[in-house]
């Protein structure tokens, strides 16, 4: 039975923070990461971020073999060929919009067809993104996710809460520590990798994931793990605590069928 090895990217693989290239994505990781797909076993990403917002910060690292992004509402495989796709209505993310800047003037990004769609410039952001100057001129296009940067956590629970109750038979709404993702009904991170699953076929799928969006990755995964700085919740459902994503993909490496 093969290996299917689904990770979250930030927090997890990659560390934003970090002062150093190295510091970031350390070379320990990468360097793991190509021993276990050398080693025949299928490796991949599973996070809220767009494909836009991954590519620029793994190439020339490694290749992963899918890509399960957006919370699950698009879903492509090693070459981007499509796996699944979702949307939400562009009305909703209007009306989604409004209720988000009342609350505050909070930083909003969307995943239009895998590019990040922002109302401003991103600073030393590597990769290609779109600039719109209102949320009703959103190009055609599928926006597989609603995403709002928060300054504490409370705040972006209250959001989620309020999404959740205002258009939960149209989106779904998580918090990522301080973000918030918002995808079509229906779509998770525990979701992606069960279409994955379908796809891949007979397999043994591995997750892993610091954040409480990662939870429905962790219930849907064969073996999951997460770290020591996790939530209590998340911990509590992995079936391992692991320091690094080094030493889960080694136990995943050994681990009989």
Same mark, same amino acid.
């Given at each position: 039975?093969?290996? $299917?090895?689904?990770?979250?990217?930030? =927090?997890?693989?990659?560390?934003?923070? =970090?002062?150093? /290239?190295?510091?970031?994505? *350390?070379?320990?990781?990468?360097?793991?990461?190509?021993?276990?797909?050398?080693?025949?076993?299928?490796?991949?990403?599973?996070?809220? @971020?767009?494909?836009?917002g991954l590519t620029p910060f793994i190439k020339d690292k490694f290749d992963p073999d899918f890509y399960i992004?957006?919370?699950?509402?698009?879903? $492509?495989?090693?070459?981007?060929?499509?796996?699944?796709?979702?949307?939400?209505?562009?009305? $909703?993310?209007?009306?989604?919009?409004?209720?988000?800047?009342?609350?505050?003037?909070?930083? $909003?990004?969307?995943?239009?067809?895998?590019?990040?769609?922002?109302?401003?410039?991103?600073?030393?952001? *590597?990769?290609?993104?779109?600039?719109?100057?209102?949320?009703?001129?959103? *190009?055609?296009?599928?926006?597989?996710?609603?995403?709002?940067?928060?300054? +504490?956590?409370?705040?972006?629970?209250?959001?989620?809460?309020?999404?959740?109750?205002?258009? =939960?038979?149209?989106v779904e709404a998580f918090r990522n520590v301080i973000e918030v993702d918002i995808a079509p009904r229906g779509?998770?991170?525990?979701?992606?990798?069960?279409?994955? @699953?379908?796809?891949?076929?007979?397999?043994?799928?591995?997750?892993?994931?610091?954040?409480?969006?990662?939870? /429905?990755?962790?219930?849907? +995964?064969?073996?999951?793990?997460?770290? *020591?700085?996790?939530?209590?919740?998340?911990?509590?459902?992995?079936?391992?605590?692991?320091?690094?994503?080094?030493?889960?993909?080694?136990?995943?490496?050994?681990?009989?069928?």
């Amino acid at each position: 039975m093969k290996k $299917v090895f689904a990770s979250d990217f930030d =927090g997890t693989l990659y560390f934003y923070k =970090g002062k150093t /290239p190295d510091e970031q994505l *350390p070379p320990a990781s990468v360097k793991k990461i190509q021993e276990y797909q050398k080693a025949g076993h299928l490796f991949g990403l599973c996070t809220g @971020r767009q494909v836009g917002g991954l590519t620029p910060f793994i190439k020339d690292k490694f290749d992963p073999d899918f890509y399960i992004t957006s919370s699950g509402s698009n879903i $492509v495989d090693g070459k981007f060929r499509e796996i699944q796709r979702r949307g939400i209505d562009h009305d $909703v993310c209007a009306k989604i919009y409004d209720k988000v800047k009342a609350r505050g003037d909070y930083w $909003v990004t969307l995943d239009l067809e895998g590019v990040i769609t922002v109302f401003d410039t991103i600073d030393d952001f *590597p990769g290609k993104y779109n600039i719109i100057s209102d949320i009703n001129d959103l *190009p055609e296009g599928l926006v597989h996710q609603f995403s709002v940067h928060t300054e +504490s956590e409370s705040e972006a629970q209250s959001i989620v809460d309020e999404v959740n109750e205002l258009f =939960g038979d149209s989106v779904e709404a998580f918090r990522n520590v301080i973000e918030v993702d918002i995808a079509p009904r229906g779509c998770s991170k525990g979701k992606g990798v069960e279409v994955l @699953r379908r796809h891949m076929g007979d397999c043994k799928l591995y997750g892993i994931g610091d954040s409480m969006n990662d939870l /429905p990755l962790i219930q849907a +995964s064969d073996v999951s793990y997460t770290f *020591p700085y996790a939530p209590k919740e998340l911990q509590e459902q992995a079936t391992k605590v692991v320091e690094t994503i080094v030493d889960a993909l080694e136990d995943s490496m050994n681990d009989e069928d």
